[in-house]
């Protein structure tokens, strides 16, 4: 279901390959030159410096939109978030407004913080729901190098039974990204 888009492979100012997609931090993809590298130690980008910010492109989802019967499409967020829009839903960036249909669902993969302490280091839990609805408590320090593409913090995960409330959720505390916008 997930897949990338093939993209122009070569660079447009040397003509090198460009080499396959990194993701930032923030969940923004790009492609370097394969000529030029990012030196960690001088901060510098060395040989060509071409970098292709990729658009994380909308992908078409096989739904229907509940207002207007036009596809819906997946988006990702600037900051990592999925929603799912109407496909004929856009923004004017000269006139400032937005064009077409305006159905929006986030998807919920959030975390919402919880009043209890980590057993392991005494620290605040988070809970986490996965966009797949799967919920699991796990410490507020843990989090994901993705440089070094391992773990950092504290580890604890405790995964919850499907209809599990853990003690300190208010039931109505969801995050935000759980709400779709109030229909007008
Ligand atoms: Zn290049
Ligand atoms: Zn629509
Ligand atoms: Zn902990």
């Known amino acids: 279901m997930w897949y990338v888009k093939k993209m122009n492979d070569t660079c447009p100012k040397c003509g090198s390959t460009l080499s396959e997609i990194t993701e930032t931090q923030t969940g923004k993809k790009l492609r370097r030159c394969s000529a030029g590298s990012w030196n960690k130690e001088t901060r510098q980008n060395e040989g060509c410096d071409y970098v292709l910010w990729l658009e994380v492109a909308p992908q078409t989802l096989d739904e229907k939109c509940p207002k207007c019967g036009e596809a819906l499409v997946l988006q990702t967020t600037r900051f990592g978030k999925k929603m799912k829009?109407?496909?004929?839903?856009?923004?004017?960036k000269d006139k400032?407004?937005?064009?077409g249909c305006d159905f929006i669902e986030w998807i919920?993969?959030?975390?919402?913080?919880?009043?209890?302490?980590?057993?392991?280091?005494g620290e605040k839990l988070?809970?986490?729901?996965t966009s797949a609805g799967k919920k699991m408590e796990k410490c507020s320090t843990s989090g994901w190098d993705r440089d070094n593409k391992r773990p950092t913090g504290c580890t604890f995960v405790r995964w919850l039974k499907p209809g599990e409330i853990?003690?300190?959720?208010?039931?109505?505390s969801e995050g935000e990204e759980f709400l779709p916008p109030e229909p007008n």
Request: aromatic fraction near 6%; charge should be negative; glycine fraction near 10%.
């Open 108 to 121: 919920n993969g959030t975390t919402e913080t919880l009043d209890k302490d980590c057993p392991e280091c």
């Open 126 to 129: 988070v809970l986490f729901t």
């Open 166 to 172: 853990p003690p300190g959720v208010n039931a109505s």
């Open 96 to 99: 400032k407004v937005a064009t």
């Open 85 to 92: 829009k109407c496909s004929t839903g856009g923004w004017d």
